[in-house]
């Protein structure tokens, strides 16, 4: 799968794996201390982050020196296995601050148990719920025992439905997210190792599926680097469980029939991505743009990405889209660990009290413009399907694009952008590997007062100005090199 014919600048590769595996396993010795029991401020929140940061560091001079790699043995094969290791030690650990698998296990039992998990939150499953992380000024709450659904009741006594996060809100994930989580169920209920299991077999198929579009385009098989040995993303796939990870492969196998020009199967394949998580419809564009001027073979093209996206969404946006639905609660009101929007946000409210939907507005309508951009170049380029390089460049774009200007910028959202990272390793894109955790810092810094403040004007800015800034000035390099070489 990785190629054995490769050396590295040995010392930097070395010192970089060293790093990788000594800060991964000092994290998942201390992870206990993480238990959901104990106060965040009883925790070692700077040692954990520490931690974090020093794993990017090690994993950024790993793919320093790999990109800087001669023809020397073995080093594939240390790729791989210390991947799987870094993978596997996460095993009965402690996830550390995240608790979002009990939303997963939530929903997987209601559909285990005949429910529709989009028309009940877990606070129906409960005669009595502490608002602790929610705004719960507009909510009337407590059930009286007789009036919970038999179904969510046993759900309740079986498992802690008190520990999922925003109890009033109904789920956000679409049905295919919604099998994956009722599997897990199936197998063992609310326990987070099965949840895991099931969450590496869809690492190593998105390692494998990696691995296939290198050979296609012809890249070095070493670059699976970027993704296998990347700390964020295992500590977020393997130790706190969230879901991101399952995107990847119907991702991966929608680009490779692209490839092959199967755009049935490709549309397929991207409808059953839209249906784990719905912003994978912003790629609709670059899919079926070369047909849009032969509309019936745009239509038997797209014929299964439409039929499919449609029985994939259509259980979730039939089912009360009201107030408390979570599509429409994410939509409108979740604004976490956002740099560009906080700063939109903040401009536009000097001059209106509520800016909140214009800086909606603005950022959907600057993606929405990069999107046209992407698919006009792909419309106009004769070798968009012909040369994933183009294709796979121009989803890197949109997706980072996606995550820099979203109000919601959490760590594991970057799991969406790593699979093109690999084929375009684009240096200040994998810087935050290191700036990323710190987004951890949110947690003790909401116990203290102004705290949320202070993370929201100081400690944002940490995790995204540095990328930002990089690529200003690469692309304003280019831009200067571009026209030397035209002058």
Request: glycine content about 4%.
């Amino acid at each position: 799968m990785v190629s054995t014919r490769l050396k590295p600048q040995k010392p930097a590769f070395v010192i970089g794996i060293l790093l990788l595996i000594t800060t991964m396993i000092g994290l998942r010795l201390i992870s206990d201390a993480f238990d959901y029991n104990i106060h965040w401020s009883d925790r070692p929140n700077l040692i954990g982050i520490g931690l974090m940061i020093l794993a990017g560091a090690g994993y950024l001079c790993i793919i320093t020196a790999l990109s800087k790699a001669t023809s020397i043995k073995h080093s594939g094969k240390i790729i791989i296995l210390c991947g799987v290791f870094l993978h596997i030690i996460w095993i009965n650990s402690t996830p550390i601050y995240e608790d979002d698998y009990y939303r997963y296990f939530f929903d997987g039992q209601m559909v285990t148990h005949g429910l529709n998990p989009y028309a009940h939150s877990p606070a129906d499953a409960l005669p009595s719920i502490l608002p602790a992380t929610i705004d719960a000024d507009n909510v009337t709450s407590g059930h009286s025992n007789d009036t919970i659904n038999p179904r969510l009741k046993e759900i309740a006594q079986n498992g802690p439905v008190n520990r999922v996060a925003y109890p009033y809100v109904r789920t956000i994930y679409p049905t295919v997210a919604q099998a994956f989580f009722a599997l897990s169920q199936a197998l063992s209920p609310w326990n987070i190792d099965s949840w895991r299991l099931i969450l590496l077999f869809m690492s190593f198929t998105s390692l494998f599926l990696i691995s296939k579009l290198l050979k296609t385009i012809n890249k070095p098989q070493h670059y699976t680097a970027v993704y296998w040995l990347n700390p964020l993303i295992i500590t977020e796939t393997m130790n706190a469980g969230h879901m991101d990870i399952l995107l990847l492969p119907f991702l991966l196998s929608a680009i490779l029939f692209l490839c092959k020009a199967r755009l049935s199967f490709a549309g397929g394949f991207l409808a059953a991505a839209v249906g784990v998580k719905i912003w994978p419809l912003l790629l609709t564009p670059l899919f079926f743009v070369k047909n849009i001027k032969k509309p019936k073979q745009l239509f038997y093209t797209a014929l299964p990405f439409i039929v499919l996206s449609l029985g994939f969404l259509l259980p979730q946006t039939l089912t009360k889209l009201d107030s408390d639905a979570g599509l429409v609660t994410y939509s409108q009101n979740w604004q976490v660990n956002s740099f560009i929007f906080n700063w939109l946000d903040t401009a536009a409210g000097q001059f209106i009290d509520d800016p909140v939907y214009i800086s909606r507005a603005i950022v959907g309508f600057i993606i929405i413009a990069i999107i046209a951009w992407q698919a006009y170049k792909g419309m106009t380029s004769k070798e968009l399907y012909t040369s994933p390089h183009i294709l796979t460049r121009s989803i890197l774009i949109i997706t980072a694009s996606l995550f820099l200007l979203s109000p919601t910028g959490y760590p594991w959202y970057y799991i969406w952008l790593i699979p093109w990272l690999c084929v375009h390793p684009v240096r200040p894109l994998l810087l935050l590997t290191v700036t990323l955790p710190l987004y951890d810092l949110r947690y003790p810094l909401s116990l203290s007062e102004g705290g949320a403040d202070f993370f929201d004007h100081m400690i944002v800015p940490l995790e995204f100005i540095p990328t930002l800034l990089w690529l200003v000035i690469d692309f304003i390099k280019t831009r200067i090199t571009r026209r030397q070489v035209y002058d």
